[in-house]
């Protein structure tokens, strides 16, 4: 190749900050889009590695192409999580904008550095890679046999990898599946709760359920008033009285997690609740997902169910999820 002149001598480091640039863009005008995931990834792992070893080294007998190829990769995975750490202890932390700032600052501060260094170089390295250029480096006329099938194998694998993290980061696994349900006192807070009333005083609190099932869920959600004991001696819970005090469902879509922004409710109710009898009790809240065990009659007419008593059982081990509120109620 024959000696470069002009802005071509800089295809390479112009290109960088171009293709920074552009996903920035990309990434709040369609931050969906594939473009977006492909140039994200030459991003992270390559363009800072690069533009580094470029600045670094701009003659053509420091490093032949592999070495500088190798060590762009190598040194972008230690330059990114650098800035993250670094922006770890800024008042901006981790997050998305933080992060696309500060790497397309170093990539243009490190191409611009590029350019000047290249620019005094007295012999420049400029990338230009042909067939011929491959073999030299490779060493490739006086490999043996097995060299040269080693060699093949090698650049196989080096694809290889390169495109399963490709295919794994572009089109990553859905995230774990999970239901937020919580109450809330009448204030809509996790406080002031309603733990001491009197005979038929109201008690007042907010249900709310979020769907992060990555699919549309009928919620079924039952509220029991329970008198229990705990036997320390036998491990055991013993169940005196439940009674059904109501139930509802709703169906609601998926929302996806939202780790950058504030957290905001998808369904919340304010629910209100009297208790005609003195003693200690609980009250739980269970959540069915799409379908909802049956009920006998006699629960459903206010009688005493021992026979659900399975429900506040799998409530306590887990299996149901649930929430509970302890309620001391006295005589007027």
Known sequence: MGEAKGLWRYWDLITVIALSLILDLI???????????VLGLVFVLFLPGYVFITALFP????????????LSFGLSIAIVPLIGLALNYTPWGIRLVP?????????????????????NAINPWIPWVTLEDIKRELEWEEASRLDKALTVILIIAIIASIGTLAYVITRPKPGEAFTEFYILGPKGKAADYP???????????????????????TYYVEIWLVNLTYNFTTNETIIHEMYLMDRFNVTLPHVPVNIEGNWTPQFEMNYT????????????FLLFKDREPPIPESCLKGGNCLGEKWRILEAINGTIQSLKLNV???KV
Not at 102 to 118: D, E, H, P, Q
């Open 27 to 37: 990434i709040f005008v369609a931050p969906d889009s594939f473009i977006r995931k």
């Open 59 to 70: 003659e053509r007998k420091e490093l032949d192409n592999l070495e500088r190829l190798a």
């Open 99 to 119: 992060i696309l700032v500060s790497l397309t600052v170093f990539n243009v501060a490190f191409a611009l550095i590029g350019m000047y260094r290249r620019r």
């Open 195 to 217: 733990t001491e009333l009197f005979v038929n005083e109201t008690g007042k609190v907010i249900i709310g359920i979020v769907n992060h099932e990555h699919r549309n869920v």
């Open 273 to 284: 609740f009297k208790i005609d009898k003195p003693g200690r009790w609980q009250v739980w």
């Open 328 to 330: 001391k109620v006295e």
